[in-house]
């Protein structure tokens, strides 16, 4: 009886399990629909723990069948075995839309194709196609809403356009793999620290979307170090990187320092070439070896003297940077041709306006024209344009109402315009005009250098003499590193910038 009783209370125990032992409650198993794990075998476990699985099992399997579950990043949590077979289905389903998975080999793919298809299709409606996507398949690894719809969030808040954020991710589509606050968040902190202008970080970023890989310790700080150490100012700093923000990614010792190295040994201070690289800060890409180097080789084969080297890159810096030797054989031969100027000639204005080496030949012959047909000999054209080339680029319109002042007012013979063809590079109605007239009412003939090649100050002193002063050439660059102006006057470093000289601050195209 006592036997039975023992029995009958076992059989109870089984049937209610809240009277088992709180030790012998505690199943393994976590009732958490994601970890759906394959139950042990019953034979190994106590009856007890079989008992209480069965039952905990059979209430969520009740709740949360696993074709209902929920999509999610990963999909389910899946055995080896499980994971194999949902891999071969999700590559195949990729095969499908023309996507190669076998980059992905190492990589971690979603457990389902429904999470797969929501990727895809999240890229396509960004604007990129397949054949994107296969240039760099680790794309479709990245969770749409734990990855992708963050950055592309934080990108447009910093001044990306939705419209070009497809071709954003096609330039640089590690950026979807990047952190907001680690990597992403810093890089736009830096570039507002130099002075980068808000509305123009998603320009600079579009522009050189790898800056956002860049370690802000590394390339970009010593980059921006050495230029301020050779004497760009550091508010500058902002639209240089504005105008070329590829310097931000060049190595100092191996491309900036070369260059600057090369540039000073020339005989360009780097005063001067700090200015230059303000105003132009893209000649940091031309590479040392392949081009400028031999640019400045190509100047000298066709006669240029070294010294006045400094002057023309000083003057025409793009000139280091051009397909040179080509345009430089193809200008000579025209003006030869065309103007009767011999290679000699060619390289005097090639030294007082490298500008011509980039010059069309039918803006160069409007002028010539105008003036042959002013009746001004060919070989006395020549002279003018050796000794003043400015005159090719000037329009017609200027040249013929200077013209006609100088013959009907002021009635002087041809001759001195040969003389002095500067002439037409001053302007009619703010000097030549007003000064011709001062002359006139005070009864004084001079030569047209002597009326026009001063300031206006100078003017006043000239007319206040008893005496004409001796003639002065035009200004010369100094290899010393200061600008020699007529009157032995010099330029300090102190003395404040003229209004050509004026930088561009805000340069958001080349």
């Not at 023992?6 to 059989?11: D, E, F, L, V, Y």
């Not at 970080?201 to 890989?213: C, D, F, H, N, T």
């Not at 050509?500 to 601050?505: G, K, M, N, S, T």
Request: net charge neutral; charged share 25%; hydrophobic share 40%.
């Amino acid at each position: 009886m006592t036997s039975l009783i023992r029995r009958t209370k076992s059989i109870k125990a089984f049937l209610n399990p809240a009277q088992i032992p709180h030790n012998l409650t505690q199943t393994p198993i976590s009732t958490q629909p994601h970890q759906n794990q394959c139950p042990p075998q019953p034979q190994n476990l106590n009856p007890l723990r079989v008992l209480q699985f069965v039952t905990v099992s059979t209430q969520s399997s009740s709740k949360f069948p696993e074709y209902e579950m929920p999509t999610v990043t990963w999909g389910v949590v899946q055995g080896r075995r499980e994971k194999l077979v949902s891999r071969v289905i999700v590559c195949d389903f990729l095969k499908t839309l023309g996507i190669v998975p076998e980059e992905l080999e190492h990589l971690e793919l979603p457990s389902t194709v429904e999470v797969m298809r929501e990727r895809v299709e999240f890229l396509q409606k960004l604007g990129l196609t397949i054949d994107d996507i296969n240039e760099y398949p680790l794309m479709i690894g990245c969770s749409v809403r734990k990855n992708m719809i963050p950055v592309l969030g934080y990108l447009e808040k910093i001044g990306i356009q939705r419209s070009k954020m497809g071709e954003f991710v096609k330039n640089y589509p590690q950026v979807l793999h990047a952190s907001v606050v680690v990597e992403l968040a810093p890089v736009v902190k830096f570039l507002r620290g130099v002075d980068v202008e808000k509305q123009d970080i998603g320009y600079v970023l579009q522009k050189y979307p790898e800056l956002l890989g860049f370690k802000l310790e590394g390339t970009m700080s010593t980059s921006v170090a050495y230029l301020v150490s050779i004497g760009v100012c550091p508010r500058d700093i902002g639209p240089m990187v504005t105008q070329y923000p590829y310097f931000l990614g060049m190595r100092v010792g191996t491309m900036i320092k070369p260059l600057v190295d090369y540039l000073v040994s020339l005989g360009l201070p780097k005063k001067i070439l700090a200015r230059m690289l303000e105003k132009r800060a893209y000649i940091l890409g031309y590479d040392l070896e392949e081009t400028v180097k031999p640019n400045v080789e190509c100047l000298l084969s066709f006669g240029i003297r070294r010294e006045a080297l400094p002057f023309i890159i000083a003057q025409y810096t793009q000139i280091i940077g051009l397909p040179l030797k080509a345009k430089l054989s193809v200008q000579q031969y025209f003006f030869n041709l065309k103007l009767k100027i011999d290679p000699e000639g060619f390289s005097q204005v090639i030294e007082k306006m490298p500008q011509i080496v980039s010059l069309n030949q039918n803006v160069i012959m409007k002028p010539v024209e105008f003036l042959l047909g002013r009746g001004i000999p060919s070989e006395d054209v020549a002279k003018m344009v050796v000794k003043c080339p400015q005159l090719v680029a000037l329009r017609v319109e200027l040249l013929k109402n200077s013209y006609y002042f100088f013959k009907t007012e002021m009635g002087r013979p041809l001759k001195e315009l040969v003389e002095f063809p500067e002439y037409f590079t001053y302007s009619l109605e703010s000097r030549i005009k007003p000064r011709y007239q001062r002359l006139k009412s005070r009864g004084i003939r001079s030569s047209l250098n002597w009326l026009l090649n001063c300031s206006d100050l100078r003017f006043e002193e000239r007319l206040q003499g008893n005496y004409i002063e001796t003639e002065s050439i035009g200004p010369t660059f100094c290899m010393g590193g200061k600008l020699e102006l007529p009157g032995n006057e010099i330029v300090s470093d102190e003395d404040d910038e003229s209004d050509d000289e004026v930088l561009y601050r805000r340069t958001v195209s080349l």
